[in-house]
């Protein structure tokens, strides 16, 4: 692209007038173009890793004792489950009854859609077997899980780690937890030491 003047030239006397190109100069337009798209990238960015997984809540109670203390904030990570469903051994991050009012509940996934899940003398059993990785050495209260429960195609069965002290799954007040009520994944746990630093939830 050139833009055209007109220049003057004096010869014999007489007035010529010439056009004068003057060219643009691209290296400094695709350079500002450069810069703009980096900077609307970096804020689009931005914005997604703040989605995904700057969301942070704390943990309320000893439910989830000894894996995360009360008091302690954890990172969510809101993708994961885009892309997945939630597995056995998963700690989640969920609305009780989708209830958006209430706080954030932390706890484990042990029953998976479609799953039987029964607590009999104190053991939690999936399917007629007893779960093999428990989490607590006592003996738990069944609460509605005396009797089994059949999972739906998107029913979740939790429970603390800390049986005990946990209010999950047995409970009436909360029951399952279906998919739309999961927030996301407790990943990471932000230790009150700070020495300690940033830690991975197992």
């Known amino acids: 692209?050139?833009?055209?003047r007109r220049s003057h030239d004096y010869r014999g006397g007489t007035l010529h007038t010439q056009p004068?190109?003057?060219?643009?100069?691209?290296?400094?337009?695709?350079?500002?173009?450069?810069?703009?798209?980096?900077i609307v990238l970096a804020g689009f960015l931005g914005a997604f890793?703040?989605?995904?997984?700057?969301?942070?809540?704390?943990?309320?109670?000893?439910?989830?004792?000894?894996?995360?203390?009360?008091?302690?904030?954890?990172?969510l990570d809101r993708i994961v489950y885009q892309?997945?469903?939630?597995?056995?051994?998963?700690?989640?991050?969920f609305h009780p009854n989708g209830n958006q009012n209430t706080h954030l509940y932390v706890k484990?996934?042990?029953?998976?859609?479609?799953?039987?899940?029964q607590i009999k003398q104190g053991r939690l059993y999936i399917n007629g077997i007893q779960y093999a990785q428990d989490y607590s050495g006592e003996l738990m209260e069944p609460g509605i899980a005396e009797n089994p429960i059949k999972l739906d195609v998107e029913d979740y069965?939790?429970?603390?780690?800390?049986?005990?002290?946990?209010e999950d799954s047995r409970s009436a007040d909360i029951g399952t937890v279906t998919r739309d009520m999961i927030e996301g994944k407790a990943w990471l746990h932000l230790e009150r030491d700070a020495e300690e630093g940033i830690g991975r939830i197992e």
């Open 1 to 4: 692209m050139a833009i055209r």
């Open 20 to 38: 004068v190109k003057r060219k643009v100069n691209f290296g400094h337009l695709y350079e500002i173009l450069t810069w703009v798209s980096g």
């Open 49 to 75: 890793v703040v989605y995904a997984f700057g969301i942070r809540t704390s943990v309320i109670g000893d439910s989830m004792e000894p894996v995360l203390s009360a008091g302690q904030e954890i990172l």
């Open 83 to 93: 892309f997945s469903s939630p597995d056995r051994g998963d700690v989640i991050v």
């Open 108 to 117: 484990r996934v042990v029953g998976l859609p479609g799953e039987t899940v």
């Open 157 to 166: 069965f939790v429970l603390g780690d800390n049986r005990a002290e946990s």
